[in-house]
């Protein structure tokens, strides 16, 4: 049923709209208190390992999705950058070493590149909300199609890998690989569901703040 409050339809518009067509360029509470939940979902989620059936879900994280909201909200690519780099650094500490330098600048570029999408998806939100879910399925599959093959491709290019460097090996190694690739696509698109979620709830917080300050 649609709200006969004209003003009540204006606010909520204003707030759907706010993460996309108006994102953070300057520091502000709301801003840094963004930031600082988007590192932390980033960290907590990526040390929490789910499972199905007693079955791990092997790279159900929310890296993608945060890097995709951060790219979204913050109109600097850097500070939209130093999201997933962040909440990657941080979660590290508690997690086993790469063992080699070339494959964690891989895995962090991996984990850094979806912000890059922040401004297709504005643009696509500016189209509607259909080109806006369309846009953030599309950029949540990306990212886990792009972290897949990046990061076993450098895992069959070192030089003291266990892979030969021959077409037989590479395709070996992404057949031993796709058990970990199964459930993200998946972990994924949820994860980017969820965390959209928040950033409406924080749109709406911030278009209320606005409202305040001009009233």
């Given amino acids: 049923m649609m709200s006969k409050n004209p003003e009540r339809r ?9 993460p996309f067509d108006r994102p953070f360029d300057r520091l502000s509470p709301v801003s840094v208190a963004a930031w600082g939940a988007l590192v932390g979902v980033a960290v907590v989620g990526r040390l929490w390992q789910p499972t199905w059936n007693g079955e791990p879900l ?16 913050f109109a ?15 979660s590290n500490l508690f997690l086993p070493a790469y063992g080699s330098i ?16 922040g401004g297709l998806i504005r643009r696509a939100a500016a189209r509607g909300a259909a080109a806006r879910y369309a846009a953030l399925g599309g950029g ?19 030089p003291d890998g266990l892979y030969p460097h021959t077409a037989a090996g590479l395709a070996a190694c992404f057949t031993a690989a796709l ?26 917080v911030r278009v209320a703040l606005t409202a305040a300050e001009t009233a």
């Fill in 140 to 158: 949540s599959l990306a990212s886990s199609l792009v972290f897949f093959l990046s990061t076993n491709f450098a895992c069959w290019a070192m």
């Fill in 10 to 18: 204006g606010a909520d518009d204003a707030a759907a709209a706010a």
């Fill in 102 to 117: 070339v494959m964690a600048v891989v895995v962090y570029a991996a984990l850094a590149w979806p912000v890059l999408m």
């Fill in 179 to 204: 058990p970990f690739y199964r459930w993200m696509p998946a972990g994924d698109l949820a994860w980017t569901a969820l965390v959209f979620a928040g950033v409406a709830l924080l749109s709406r």
């Fill in 76 to 90: 600097r690519p850097l500070v939209a950058a130093s999201v997933p780099l962040a909440g990657a650094v941080i």
């Fill in 58 to 73: 092997w790279n159900v994280t929310p890296l993608a999705a945060v890097a995709l909201a951060a790219g979204t909200i």
